[in-house]
């Protein structure tokens, strides 16, 4: 997925928001990424993270902080915020704001701050878009390539010498200290089907699983309403809104109250067909890194076909259910959860 769809993503989402009816003078969205092997940018190893509190701080020319807000990042690691009024917009920058938040196993560090950046103007609304954010771990996953041995590990100086340096762009209040992370996270039980009420709202988001996501799979909507593979719903529950999920968009067409669960089950209508067959393809990029979509390209893809027209729909529908169905050498690697 490139930045462009990234960018459509976050431009469709703030559209929506806006036809929603609720004026917002100013809006800044940006998306935040777990940097599992801290190479300090995103690439094919890091996903989109979930309960992460960003920053927004816009200063004045002597560099002191007009006004700041905060916000969360929400399944797709997205955040949004509107700003009413006429703020001056052009000196703002957003960061990570907390460490070691939330359920989080990457929430140790934090990458720079990025400054925002003008979109687009729509009449009296300024759109601002943010570089991607980085939020860290306190170690590299053990899959990542160059960290992968653990031998001898890369120096790195405890304490990095004070070098005089310029300013930052601006000092948040400095994170809570959090206790170092066990060496040993359990790994959270696995979800129950049919969904038990006392599952939390949100679940911890548990580390990325190597072997599995490094393999090819391409799981149908039968195999992942299955309840013998029910430990392979990692990243989303299927109890979760598929309004959240997926957007305002898709919330639109199907309504707030309809589970992922149920969006699995649907058949009949291209609609319908669309909505199990994103479900499907979303549940399947979360389990292999080489299905054909990533998690941001099929929300991506769904609201495209869902803002046009019911051709578009079949089509998307359609070449879901492929890739969904994988081929004669990538078939569904599951096997029956303990
Ligand atoms: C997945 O579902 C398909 C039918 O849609 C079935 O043929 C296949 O055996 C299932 N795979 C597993 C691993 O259960
Ligand atoms: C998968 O199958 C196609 C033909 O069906 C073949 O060209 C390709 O090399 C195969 N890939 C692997 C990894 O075996």
Not at 102 to 119: M, S
């Amino acid at each position: 997925m490139d930045w462009s769809q990234r960018l459509l993503f976050s431009v469709l989402l703030i559209l929506a928001s806006l036809i929603d009816g609720t004026r917002a003078d100013a809006s800044v969205s940006g998306t935040v990424f777990c940097d599992q092997c801290k190479d300090g940018h995103v690439t094919l190893f890091d996903y989109p993270i979930y309960g992460v509190k960003v920053t927004l701080a816009c200063l004045d020319p002597n560099g002191q902080i007009i006004f700041s807000r905060e916000e969360t990042s929400n399944w797709f690691g997205h955040y949004a915020m509107r700003l009413e009024g006429t703020p001056d917009m052009s000196n703002c920058y957003a960061q990570v704001s907390t460490s070691g938040q939330g359920p989080n196993r990457c929430g140790a560090g934090a990458g720079p701050a990025q400054k925002i950046r003008l979109l687009f103007r729509f009449f009296d609304t300024e759109v601002y878009t943010v570089d991607a954010l980085l939020s860290e771990p306190a170690e590299p996953m053990s899959f990542c390539p160059r960290f992968s041995n653990p031998g001898p590990a890369p120096i790195t100086p405890v304490n990095p010498p004070v070098i005089p340096s310029p300013p930052p762009p601006f000092s948040l209040p400095p994170p809570p200290r959090l206790p170092t992370p066990p060496p040993e996270f359990p790994l959270p039980p696995p979800f129950r089907l049919p969904p038990s009420p006392r599952l939390p709202p949100v679940p911890s988001l548990p580390p990325m699983p190597p072997m599995p996501f490094l393999r090819p799979s391409a799981c149908s909507h039968q195999n992942w309403t299955n309840p013998e593979y029910r430990c392979y719903w990692r990243y989303v529950n299927p109890d979760m809104k598929v309004a959240v999920v997926f957007g305002l968009v898709a919330g639109r067409r199907y309504g707030t109250d309809i589970t992922l669960w149920e969006g699995l089950m649907g058949r009949g209508d291209p609609y319908r067909t669309l909505l199990r067959e994103g479900t499907t393809a979303l549940l399947n990029s979360y389990n292999s890194l080489l299905f054909p979509y990533n998690a941001i390209s099929v929300v991506t893809q769904m609201n495209w076909a869902l803002l046009g027209s019911q051709r578009a729909v079949l089509h998307t529908a359609l070449r879901f259910m492929r890739a969904n169905f994988g081929s004669s050498n990538v078939t569904c690697n599951f096997t029956p959860c303990k």
